[in-house]
């Protein structure tokens, strides 16, 4: 007996066996024409190749692409093109030493037709492929040149297609500068991104299953697979979809074939889509359907309106969750850089306002900076996550001496009237001094994560990048946004003090949460790089304070020493910098020097957290930094306390800890599969059931009650 499924499946083959043959016999005489003068051939799909720049450098690559513009009514072909079409070929003429990648297509759409699915691209779109030239091609002209056909179809008729194509490039020297086309940002938005996590799949009993890792923080409406390999699947059969956690659930009809790996991409939106690799395994289908599973048809417009509805929610998120980092201890200490400035200002509208609108620029400006190398750095293929900067030791010990020197210039030990930090933000003229106030209070409060921005941020690692730049950006505004309040709210205005003598006493009291900022930054400097590293930090920063104070005496004494100053400061940064123990060093303290905590752990792993789920054990896995203020205000509040630790040894339950003081990429992968771009992040997984994901901020009876 041939299953319902294979005589269908037999069926639609004839029937595209035939079309193509009728086809054939009708567009014989076009494509004879064609042959003998192709230029000349009118093409409905018109191909142009361009390059992403025309000077190139020996060792490096450059980006060409196929620039597609179908004509109204008339469509090109994904790599894989469903049940019928055929996708792009390409038969390159290259010069020595230069090789040519695997062709990387945009997330196509579907197009229904007689039970026929088609994967097609309906509007303009491009086709990229990387170019390398080998360090041994000499600098001259290059020459590349490529034959590639490609089949043009209507909702009627099919016209297969070709075209000779070439593109002049010229091989520079190290030194030249290379010129690059803005369009390629817009081609590479268009092509799916990494999921990051391997999914799994089986075909079992005609029924093809797929389980994708997504975080449940992100709603989805709609989502679809696009499977590259062919005979595994019924291209035209429904998808059903499930959310189960953090878990997407497909569901579709086999055609028999079977592959121990396949790949695809998964879709959420009009062009919003994820590259992703499936390993054969075991899947069952649970959870809940998606309120708009993913049915056949053609899938044009929806995705929009689920990203900007994602976009909304997460952008209210971040401003809200950037409102209350105000309130957190990290952030504090440079509010009182602000504080100084708006007492200064005493009810001043117009100063007020400048400096409200500086300090703003400054936090937005920086959050939207982090924000592009967060996603720059994930797009490269590097697992990080949001206060990926304070995973580096340099920049702390940066950030170590800026504190500090900030903490003496409010004290009075110097002053710094030609930079716009300390005295000057308490002058006339500080709108400057506003904007680097900001910046700098968006770069020390990246380590606190509060309610709201959990989801928030977890959302920039599936929207579109210009959308992830948007919700960095909110959360810029929600940090700013109490002086914001102050600047255009007269009734909040009108109660600021006048300035007078008490504003120096304020000044130098205002230096005692630098300095308590400081000793934070030693603590977790220590526990990055060990005793031994931090006791040669400490004496370079001691040199750093000496010059301060070297320099502050000659401003008593109306001597200018600033020039020897400032070599002096950059000399000893360096110093600090170089000073600094290796990574292995680093990482060997880490393990030596780890502290017997109330509540035992375990290395967190996937694998170690695997066996202890087939056991049936209960598992509470906890992620965390030493740079986390909230991450460590929770253990000491909470999980670290001897109730609670009690309470896990009497109900036999495992505890993971994952460290990500310093970069870990399986730790980065595993935050991002759960829908966080930062710590902290706690997880309670019972015995048989899905993970349960806990408040940002815990107590104890918050974890009692999960083995009561």
């Known amino acids: 007996m041939i299953s319902p499924i294979a005589s269908r499946t037999i069926w639609k083959h004839l029937y595209a066996i035939l079309a193509v043959f009728v086809l054939t016999v009708l567009i014989a005489p076009l494509s004879a024409t064609a042959q003998v003068d192709l230029n000349q051939r009118t093409l409905n799909v018109p191909a142009t190749l361009v390059a992403e720049s025309q000077q190139v450098q ?20 994904w790599e894989n093109p469903g049940d019928a079409g055929i996708g792009m070929s390409f038969d390159w003429q290259l010069p020595d030493g230069v090789t040519a990648g695997k062709a990387q297509y945009p997330v196509p759409d579907r197009l229904l037709i007689s039970g026929i699915m088609n994967y097609i691209y309906k509007g303009d779109y491009a086709v990229l492929v990387n170019l390398v030239v080998s360090e041994t091609v000499k ?40 010129s690059l ?9 268009a092509l799916p991104r990494q999921l990051g996590s391997a999914a799994t799949f089986s075909v079992v009993e005609d029924k093809f299953r797929l389980a994708i890792p997504f975080p449940a923080s992100v709603d989805v409406d709609s ?29 579709t009809a086999a055609r028999g074939d079977s592959l121990d790996t396949i790949s695809g991409i998964l879709k959420i ?48 998120g971040a401003v809200i969750g950037g409102l209350l980092l105000n309130l957190m201890p990290c952030v504090f200490p440079i509010l009182s850089l602000k504080a100084i400035s708006l007492a200064k200002a005493g009810g001043d509208e117009s100063i007020v306002r400048r400096d409200a609108l500086a300090y703003t620029a400054g936090v937005v400006a920086v959050a939207t900076a982090l924000g592009a190398i967060l996603l720059a750095l994930r797009a490269s293929g590097t697992a990080v996550g949001w206060a990926f900067q304070l995973q580096d030791p340099k920049i702390i010990f940066i950030l170590l001496a800026l504190v500090t020197a900030i903490g003496f210039n409010l004290a009075g030990l110097f002053e710094l009237p030609n930079v716009n930090f300390g005295s000057k933000l308490a002058s006339k003229d500080g709108a400057a001094g506003s904007f680097w106030t900001g910046a700098l209070a968006a770069f020390v409060a990246t380590p606190c994560t509060g309610p709201f921005m959990a989801a928030a941020l977890g959302a920039t690692i599936i929207l579109p990048p210009i959308a ?19 600047a255009y709210v007269p009734a909040i205005r ?37 005793e031994d590293g931090l006791a040669l930090s400490l004496i370079m920063l001691l040199v750093v304070a000496l010059i301060l104070w070297w320099f502050g005496g000659g401003q008593t004494k109306g001597i200018g020493r600033g020039a020897i100053s400032s070599a002096a400061l950059v000399a000893s940064l360096a110093g600090g910098i170089w000073l600094l123990p290796s990574e292995e060093v680093m990482q060997s303290q880490r393990s030596a020097t780890a502290s017997t905590a109330t509540l035992p752990s375990e290395p967190f792993s996937e694998t170690r957290l695997s066996e202890l789920r087939a056991t049936e054990q209960p598992v509470f896995a906890y992620f965390t930094a030493d740079w986390c203020i909230t991450c460590k205000a929770n253990e000491a509040a909470a999980v670290q306390r001897q109730e609670t630790a009690d309470a896990f040894a009497d109900a036999n339950v495992a505890v993971l800890m994952g460290d990500w003081t310093r970069p870990d990429p399986a730790i980065s992968k595993f935050l991002e599969k759960h829908g966080r771009a930062g710590v902290p992040l706690y997880l309670y997984y019972a015995p048989g059931k899905e993970p349960v994901i806990l408040p940002q901020i815990l107590t104890v009876g918050t974890l009692t009650d999960l083995v009561t």
């Not at 086309?181 to 938005?189: L, T, V």
């Not at 499936?278 to 048809?297: D, F, I, K, T």
Request: some cysteine.
């Open 58 to 77: 020996a060792g490096q690559s450059v980006t060409l692409a196929f620039v597609m513009t179908p004509k109204p009514t008339w469509h090109g072909y």
């Open 139 to 178: 600098p001259g002209p290059l020459t590349i040149g490529v034959k590639s056909e490609w089949l043009a179809c209507t909702d009627e008729i099919c016209v297969p297609e070709q075209d000779e194509l070439s593109i002049s490039l010229e091989v520079v020297g190290k030194d030249a500068a290379v």
């Open 181 to 189: 086309n803005n369009a390629f940002n817009g081609y590479r938005e």
């Open 223 to 251: 989502a679809y697979f696009f499977i590259k390999e062919d005979g595994i699947i019924d291209y035209a059969a429904p998808q059903k979809v499930n959310r189960d956690g953090d878990q997407l659930l497909i569901e």
């Open 269 to 316: 939106g009009e062009q919003n889509g994820f590259s992703l690799k499936a390993a054969s395994g075991a899947v069952e289908m649970s959870g809940s359907p998606l309120a708009g599973p993913g049915e056949s048809g053609n899938f044009i417009g929806g995705g929009d309106q689920s990203t900007a509805s994602l976009l909304f929610l997460a952008l209210g």
């Open 468 to 486: 992830a730049l948007i919700i960095f950006a909110g959360l810029g505004v929600g940090l700013a946004l109490p002086f914001l309040l102050i």
């Open 494 to 530: 009108n109660r600021l003090p006048k300035p007078g003598a008490w504003l120096d006493s304020f000044r130098k009291a205002m230096a005692i949460p630098m300095f308590l900022t400081a000793i934070g930054l030693i603590w977790l400097l220590g526990r990055q790089i060990g």
